[in-house]
């Protein structure tokens, strides 16, 4: 039987508790030294970065493993997360062949 995981924060929720507290999303990743895009990234993305999730449970006055359950275990530990390759938007399509093989 599969184990049923407690559901945490929705990622629109945090959004608009950071942007509540701490106006723009981008403003907040750059004074942190970030990407512009290192907060969403990590709110899409559970591989993404254990840090920025630290930062933002911090911004909010909250703990990692009340947001994210899933991710964290009761200690603050993070769980074992996938390693799978992240692939860019750019990535060519894996099933195209190249041209010049056709």
Not at 75 to 99: E, F, I, V, Y
């Amino acid at each position: 039987m599969a184990q049923i995981l407690p559901e945490g924060m929705h990622r629109e929720d945090i959004m608009a508790a950071l942007r509540k507290k701490h106006g723009p999303i981008t403003h907040l990743a750059m004074s942190w030294g970030l990407s512009r895009c290192a907060i969403t990234d990590t709110l899409r993305d559970p591989r993404a970065s254990t840090r920025v999730e630290r930062l933002i449970a911090e911004a909010l006055g909250m703990r990692v493993q009340d947001i994210w359950p899933e991710r964290w275990d009761k200690t603050g530990t993070p769980l074992p997360r996938s390693s799978k390759t992240r692939h860019s938007r750019n990535d060519p399509a894996p099933h195209r062949q190249n041209r010049e093989a056709a």
